[in-house]
């Protein structure tokens, strides 16, 4: 009796057991159901894929000339146009006094009359006075050759002791960084090394300009020494053709040195070497022209350039200190300089493309990447590079200095095969994503090429069409545990 009882007790246990079993299964299955059901699911795509890099970056005129006097200028005397006014290529800019110049041509010109004169000469014959004249001539032009030449001997004496020196100096400083311990030691030594260099350039420098000075000096010496006794022996001789023509070329070297007189009068006034907008104004009326300081927005690497319009002029496009009296800039062309972090920085070339979007008038114009900085920047512990981006499109609404966001193609592949970048893991060297077979889910391992802007090229592994699942933020799962039941009651 008791084991009949034992037996009901345990048949009604067990099929407790397989109703709680059965219900779990049920309750599991219908929640893998409803996940698979509600994944986001996308389909391998083939076209075209771009991959891009993003900068930003303030506008700026593409073209700015440093516009100066030739020479060793002079005062200023008169400032002719202000900041933001726009002027036309010949315009005058600046005016420095005038006197130097004028006295010049005056010289010039009776340079020129001496010179008549001495054609006339030339052609009448010599008197005995006359044949005196050109002897003391000759002696004094002599004497400035023998006068010149120890003090050209001077120069490189002094230009050959100085080298030996400095060279000791820096050989010194140079000993000094490498017996430093200490940062602070080697710092202070680095820092005397430099400027050790640099009083050697700068005292060598002089020096060299001295000999040349003095070598000049010679041979200007040695020139009228020349000169004086060929004047000498052509006057001691009847009038000949050669002696004419000699005249002659005299009359015509002064006429060349009346022009150049001339040239330099009017360079006196600085014209504008292209049609543009003055950005910055650094002469001063009453100043030298060569001291005035330097304002404005200029360049860097800038090369110079003699202009006909009576100055000198510096062309270049990056931001930097103004090096010119006056700065014109080309409005018609602007550009933007963007800072492109380290990691993005090797994908980007010259002459690829660019979106360059302007937030503030909601403007969007098309650019170039034409010039890459090959030393970086570093702003806030991030490593920068600047990239320098010309505008195309229609830029006349831009002013200078509106902040740009802009959005460099650096990569493009067409007819490729892609699903999104979130929907493959990687894991070390292996990518896989999930591809849907049916009702079924699958872990497939795929190969990858381009990351672009919208997805990641697949160069094996799936087809166009299949069904891709993307991963979801999070994933749940029933553990469920059962009681343990014995078989078998109460004895």
């Known amino acids: 009796?008791?084991?009949?009882?034992?037996?009901?007790?345990?048949?009604?246990?067990?099929?407790?057991?397989?109703?709680?079993?059965?219900?779990?299964?049920?309750?599991?299955?219908?929640?893998?159901?409803?996940?698979?059901?509600?994944?986001?699911?996308?389909?391998?795509?083939?076209?075209t894929l771009t991959a891009t890099v993003t900068a930003s970056g303030n506008a700026e005129a593409a073209t700015t000339v440093e516009v100066n006097f030739q020479g060793s200028g002079g005062q200023v005397t008169k400032i002719y146009v202000?900041?933001?006014?726009?002027?036309?290529?010949?315009?005058?800019?600046?005016?420095?006094?005038?006197?130097?110049?004028?006295e010049s041509l005056r010289t010039a010109k009776a340079t020129l009359a001496s010179a008549k004169a001495q054609l006339k000469t030339t052609t009448q014959g010599q008197s005995a006075e006359e044949k005196a004249e050109d002897d003391a001539s000759v002696a004094a032009a002599k004497t400035s050759v023998?006068?010149?030449?120890?003090?050209?001997?001077?120069?490189?004496?002094?230009?050959?002791?100085?080298?030996?020196?400095?060279?000791?100096?820096?050989?010194?400083?140079?000993?000094a960084v490498d017996d430093a311990q200490t940062q602070t030691a080697i710092t202070t030594a680095k820092t005397q090394l430099t400027q050790a260099k640099q009083t050697r350039e700068s005292t060598l420098l002089k020096d060299r300009q001295a000999i040349k000075t003095e070598r000049g000096q010679l041979h200007t010496a040695e020139d009228q020494l020349a000169s004086q006794r060929a004047t000498a022996a052509k006057n001691a001789q009847p009038a000949r053709k050669g002696a004419v023509d000699s005249a002659q070329a005299q009359i015509d070297s002064a006429r060349v040195t009346v022009a150049t007189a001339r040239?330099?009068?009017?360079?006196?006034?600085?014209?504008?070497?292209?049609?543009?907008?003055?950005?910055?104004?650094?002469?001063?009326?009453?100043?030298?022209?060569?001291?005035?300081?330097?304002?404005g927005s200029g360049s860097t690497g800038s090369t110079s350039a003699e202009s006909s319009t009576g100055g000198s002029t510096d062309s270049s496009s990056s931001g930097s200190s103004s090096s010119?009296?006056?700065?014109?800039?080309?409005?018609?062309?602007k550009q933007v300089v963007a800072s492109v972090a380290e990691a993005d920085i090797t994908k980007v070339k010259v002459e690829q493309t660019a979106e360059v979007r302007f937030p503030a008038s909601d403007v969007t114009v098309p650019g170039t990447v034409t010039a890459i900085d090959t030393e970086s920047t570093v702003t806030n512990n991030v490593v920068e590079y600047g990239v320098t981006v010309v505008l195309g499109g229609k830029t006349a609404n831009i002013r200078l200095g509106q902040t740009a966001s802009i959005t460099i193609t650096v990569g493009r592949k067409s007819n490729v095969l892609s699903v999104p970048t979130s929907a493959i893991t990687t894991t070390g060297d292996r990518s896989t994503v999930t591809r849907r077979e049916g009702e079924t889910d699958r872990t497939v391992e795929v190969q990858t090429g381009m990351v672009g802007s919208t997805g990641t090229e697949i160069t094996s592994g799936l087809e166009e069409g299949d069904t891709i699942v993307l991963p979801t933020s999070g994933s749940s799962s029933s553990n469920l545990t059962f009681p343990r039941i014995g078989v078998g009651g109460p004895r």
């Open 263 to 295: 040239r330099t009068l009017a360079e006196t006034v600085l014209r504008a070497p292209i049609s543009g907008t003055v950005a910055a104004i650094s002469a001063i009326k009453g100043q030298s022209s060569g001291s005035s300081g330097s304002s």
């Open 146 to 175: 023998d006068n010149a030449d120890p003090a050209l001997q001077a120069a490189k004496d002094t230009y050959a002791l100085d080298k030996k020196q400095q060279n000791n100096l820096v050989k010194s400083a140079k000993a």
């Open 324 to 333: 010119g009296l006056v700065t014109l800039t080309d409005l018609s062309r």
């Open 1 to 47: 009796m008791v084991n009949q009882r034992r037996l009901v007790i345990n048949g009604v246990l067990a099929l407790a057991v397989a109703g709680v079993v059965a219900a779990s299964y049920v309750t599991v299955t219908a929640s893998s159901s409803s996940q698979q059901a509600t994944a986001q699911t996308v389909r391998v795509t083939r076209g």
């Open 82 to 102: 202000k900041a933001g006014q726009r002027v036309t290529k010949g315009q005058r800019l600046l005016k420095i006094d005038d006197s130097p110049a004028k």
